[in-house]
C-alpha cells in the first residue's frame, strides 16, 4: 500500500462523500470533551460516492482493491 489518494475512474476525483453510520466514542478530560475513537456502526449498506461526479463507489472492493472501484449495476 502507498499513500496516494485513489482516483475516481470517472473524473479523477480524490474526495468523497460518505454516510456511513459512525460515532465518535467521547470522554471529558479536564473539562474538554476528548474524542477517543471513532466507531462504525454497520447495520446498512456501506454507501460511498464521489464528491465531483455522484458515482456509485464500491465500498468493500474498493477497500479490498486498494483502489477506488465503481459500484457498477447489477446485469
Ligand atoms: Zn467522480
Known amino acids: 500500500m502507498n499513500n496516494e489518494y485513489q482516483e475516481c ?7 468523497f462523500l ?11 478530560v479536564d473539562g474538554k470533551w ?3 475513537r471513532t ?3 454497520n447495520d446498512d449498506e456501506d454507501y460511498v460516492t464521489c ?6 463507489v464500491d465500498f468493500d472492493i474498493s477497500e479490498q482493491r486498494g ?3 465503481l459500484r457498477t449495476p447489477t446485469p
Not at 18 to 28: A, D, I
Open 9 to 15: 475512474p470517472n473524473c479523477g476525483s480524490t474526495e
Open 34 to 36: 476528548q474524542i477517543i
Open 18 to 28: 460518505t454516510v456511513l453510520n459512525s460515532y465518535e466514542v467521547v470522554s471529558l
Open 39 to 41: 466507531e462504525l456502526v
Open 51 to 56: 464528491s465531483e461526479c455522484g458515482e456509485d
Open 67 to 69: 483502489i477506488i472501484t
